[in-house]
């Protein structure tokens, strides 16, 4: 079965510095999505980014970036430039390709400092 | 930008009592999803739907729950004879195909069982 993990279950990080959030999940598949999903206060779930297993490319949403790496099963997330607005809970998520279920770890809660 | 809605955004019911709780998914989106999250836990897939079908579901989701389009724009989900473990945080997705697609969440029904 899969599974997602996410060991810091909260971080902080000062306006204008850049953060780095982890991710490692476990499968025996090759063909997969991985997502990030960011979950501000009380509001719904949005994705940030995605990133498909088949491309080696790192995925790269103007400040949000993904730091993939296959073989060691990883997936991190790096915010440069963090603002106020960044403060959420952040969710990693694995897809198999092929099935409509997301698998999720259990978010860490970013707070950003003035 | 649409958005997923969902209603209430929290339930109380007792325990054994029949609760439905409503999403409207983004207009245009074909896939519909219901997630949960107990407190202090994963959030979870229960169940996806697709023309009036369902088409993948956990093991979570069994005889006690069930999902209905009843018309063009709402997304239902059904728990027959709640439970104090049934409470927990109830998200809608949907999204524009099926699994090639990123899901779109709604903010999510605080449910409540006494």
């Known amino acids: 079965a899969q599974t997602v993990t996410q060991s810091q279950p909260e971080m902080s990080v000062q306006e204008a510095e850049t953060v780095t959030l982890s991710c490692t999940y476990d499968?025996?598949?090759?063909?997969?999505?991985l997502f990030w999903y960011k979950q501000p206060p009380s509001r719904q779930m949005i994705l940030v980014i995605r990133?498909?297993?088949?491309?080696?490319q790192n995925a790269t949403e103007n400040r949000f970036s993904v730091n993939f790496q296959k073989a060691a099963k990883s997936f991190s997330l790096k915010i440069s430039d963090s603002q106020l607005g960044d403060a959420a809970m952040y969710f990693c998520a694995y897809r198999t390709r092929g099935t409509y279920k997301y698998i999720f770890g259990t978010g860490t809660r970013l707070k950003v400092l003035a | 930008e649409p958005e997923v809605t969902q209603t209430p955004s929290h339930q109380v019911t007792q325990m054994g009592q029949e609760v439905i709780l409503r999403c409207v998914p983004i207009s245009n989106h074909l896939y519909f999803y219901w997630y949960r999250q107990i407190l202090g836990q994963k959030v979870e897939f229960l169940v996806s739907f697709y023309n009036n079908e369902i088409s993948e579901k956990s093991e979570i989701f069994d005889d006690q729950f069930s999902v209905e389009r009843p018309d063009g724009s709402n997304f239902t989900l059904k728990i027959r004879s709640t439970k104090l473990e049934d409470s927990a945080m109830y998200f809608c997705a949907s999204s524009e195909a099926g699994t090639i697609y990123e899901q779109y969440f709604g903010p999510g029904t605080r449910l409540t069982v006494t």
């Open positions: 499968t025996s598949e090759s063909d997969y999505y």
């Open positions: 990133q498909e297993a088949y491309k080696q």
